[in-house]
């Protein structure tokens, strides 16, 4: 079975510094998506970024970046230049199968940045 | 983009009702959509897949009499939470991904309304 694991419940960052996020995940498909959403305290879920088990390059959205490793099935989001915006939860999620819209959700890592 | 809209945003219930919370593709369809639970501090978990047309598939361990979905049209899903009971105090999140696969941003990508923060006291 598919799963998402994020080791870091929190995380501290100064302003303008950049910040790695932990994810590693576990499936036995090879086709597959990995995803990086940022939950503020409102409460939505923003979409940051999106990796393909296919793509050979790593993703890249403006200040955010995720180190993809497939060998070590680890899928770290980079958040660049930290601003104080930033501060929130962030999940990592895959999809649960080739062909499904069906997410599992990591633990989550919380994260604040400082002025 | 496509949104996703949530109604209401709050909700305070007394023990022992039901509320009903609306999920609406604004400018998209959706045969399926996706109802979250998420406790403070905690990951969202999925309680069920609402699917336009047929009954909802639910999670193990989610009550489906508790927690009724109903999928009216390519655009709404509700979800009726009966007998509330102040542990079903809960941010309640919905999500849709599009008709066609590989319209979002990504392929797969889903869209998340707001969420629904339910208290019942």
């Known amino acids: 079975a598919q799963k998402i694991t994020q080791t870091q419940p929190g995380m501290f960052v100064q302003e303008k510094e950049a910040v790695t996020l932990d994810c590693t995940y576990d499936?036995?498909?090879?086709?597959?998506?990995l995803f990086w959403y940022k939950q503020p305290s409102s409460g939505e879920m923003i979409f940051l970024i999106y990796?393909?088990?296919?793509?050979?390059q790593n993703a890249t959205e403006g200040r955010y970046s995720l180190n993809f490793q497939k060998a070590r099935k680890s899928a770290n989001l980079v958040i660049s230049a930290s601003q104080l915006g930033d501060s929130a939860m962030y999940f990592c999620?895959?999809?649960?199968?080739?062909?499904?819209?069906?997410?599992?959700f990591g633990t989550g890592t919380r994260l604040k940045v400082l002025a | 983009g496509a949104v996703v809209s949530q109604h209401p945003s709050r909700v305070i219930c007394k023990s022992g009702t039901s509320v009903k919370i609306e999920c609406r593709s604004l400018?998209?369809?959706?045969?399926?959509m996706f109802w979250y639970r998420q406790f403070p501090k905690q990951s969202l978990m999925l309680m069920a897949t609402?699917?336009?047309?047929?009954?909802?598939?639910?999670e193990q361990g989610v009550e489906k009499d508790k927690f009724l979905i109903n999928h009216a049209s390519l655009t709404l899903s509700t979800l009726t939470v009966t007998s509330a009971h102040p542990e079903d105090s809960s941010f309640y999140i919905c999500?849709?991904?599009?008709?066609?696969?590989?319209?979002?941003?990504?392929?797969?990508?889903?869209?998340f309304g707001p969420g629904t923060r339910l208290t019942v006291t």
């Open positions: 499936t036995s498909d090879q086709s597959y998506g």
């Open positions: 999500s849709a991904p599009p008709l066609v696969p590989g319209q979002g941003a990504s392929s797969y990508e889903q869209y």
């Open positions: 990796q393909g088990s296919y793509d050979e």
């Open positions: 999620a895959m999809r649960e199968g080739p062909r499904t819209y069906k997410y599992i």
């Open positions: 609402s699917n336009e047309g047929s009954k909802a598939t639910y």
């Open positions: 400018d998209f369809q959706a045969t399926t």
